[in-house]
């Protein structure tokens, strides 16, 4: 056995610093096994549905995961492409961009990529960056807003992962992002490059994913930090308040959830005659299924049905230029004080970028 006399890094070398990027998590594939799989996880977590867990175990064991699985299945067939569930490929490829511009700018920095449900598992991601020698790791969740339900749940898979650790990494986490100026500006120049190639909507719906009421009462700040986001995107765009709608989507069972909900506002507007919306969802970094089959598919569907005669769904984030650069800006800022800039080393940088245009990166 070697007794080791010196940590691993003195050696006029850097400690290395590492990036979780972490997603929700989406099904292995779009059948209703996998989706078992991942409703499972991902609603048997506390976080998510704070039903008391002997009841909830039981609605959930014997009526959802016997029903849901397969209706959701038939929604995730619809927008499912060749690599694989779209929130995956948006993830992956986003860690890859942020792993190229850290590195461009001379940061150090190792970026892997997690889901909360599913695989890859944070734990196992965050093995890997302990394996590679990371005594610093700066956890990234991809919610601009935090939430009790996404943020502080990845949050507890880390503290998790760490308390079965002797030797554990110096920790960061970034809490959210929802007011971030580089994150409203790109969201701001993706709406006007849509209005310069489509010309304006009657009303810009801001859809974001929905949250139980009764955690707005609890003071979980998702709520609020949806609103200023909205504000800050309309002002950034120098709309009027009647010009747009803040909504929550993807309401979840029986209790009442944040309102107004986004599928009854758009049929309320086209009734009230108005012919032209244009969605956007601020609140998901990547196209998911929420936003490409329940929005631009049912949504759309709703609006169209209840006389609406234009319905543009503006695209998320994803690959955008302007939005990989605030991420980096966002990461930038979260590593301060980290001795990351020591190495630079652009010939990786340049491979990282090579890597994700290789797997079909746009920009
Ligand atoms: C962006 C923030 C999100 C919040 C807040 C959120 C809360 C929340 N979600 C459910 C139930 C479901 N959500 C589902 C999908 C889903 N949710 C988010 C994000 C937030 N959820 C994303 C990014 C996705 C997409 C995953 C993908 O694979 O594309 C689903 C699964 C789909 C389905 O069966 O309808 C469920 C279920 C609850 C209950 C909740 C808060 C209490
Ligand atoms: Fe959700
Ligand atoms: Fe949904």
Request: hydrophobic fraction near 45%; aromatic fraction near 10%.
């Amino acid at each position: 056995m070697s007794m080791r006399t010196e940590p691993p890094y003195s050696h006029g070398q850097t400690a290395a610093t590492g990036i979780l990027w972490v997603n929700l998590g989406t099904p292995a594939a779009p059948t209703a096994a996998a989706l078992r799989r991942y409703l499972a996880e991902f609603l048997g977590d506390p976080r998510v549905v704070e039903i008391p867990r002997p009841i909830w175990w039981l609605i959930l064991h014997g009526i959802i995961l016997n029903v849901r699985p397969a209706k959701s299945a038939a929604k995730y067939a619809t927008i499912w492409t060749a690599e694989g569930s779209p929130l995956k490929v948006w993830t992956e490829r986003q860690a890859a961009y942020l792993q190229g511009l850290l590195g461009e700018r001379g940061h150090h920095v190792t970026v892997r990529w997690a889901m909360r449900y599913g695989e890859p598992a944070i734990r196992h991601q965050l093995d890997a960056l302990k394996a590679a020698g990371c005594t610093r790791i700066l956890i990234l969740p991809a919610y601009p807003q935090y939430c009790a339900a996404t943020t502080a749940s990845a949050f507890d898979a880390v503290y998790e992962w760490a308390r079965q650790l002797r030797w554990v990494p110096e920790l960061r986490f970034v809490n959210q992002y929802h007011d971030d100026a580089g994150y409203i500006g790109a969201l701001a120049q993706r709406v006007r490059a849509h209005w310069a190639q489509h010309g304006r909507p009657e009303r810009l719906v801001m859809s974001f994913h929905g949250m139980p009421e009764r955690t707005l009462l609890r003071g979980d700040p998702y709520h609020c930090e949806c609103h200023k986001t909205g504000r800050l995107l309309a002002e950034a765009l120098g709309l009027a308040r009647e010009q747009y709608v803040v909504t929550f989507q993807s309401r979840f069972g029986r209790a009442k959830w944040l309102q107004p909900y986004t599928e009854p506002t758009l049929v309320a507007l086209a009734r009230q005659g108005v012919g032209r919306v244009d969605v956007i969802c601020p609140g998901f970094t990547g196209d998911c299924i929420e936003t490409l089959e329940e929005i631009n598919l049912e949504a759309r569907a709703a609006f169209l049905a209840a006389g609406g005669h234009t319905f543009h769904y503006i695209p998320c984030l994803n690959d955008d230029p302007a939005w990989l650069r605030a991420l980096a800006d966002i990461a930038e800022r979260h590593l301060a004080g980290w001795p990351t800039t020591v190495a630079p080393d652009p010939a990786a940088a340049q491979a990282t970028r090579e890597r994700a245009l290789a797997m079909g990166a746009s920009a």
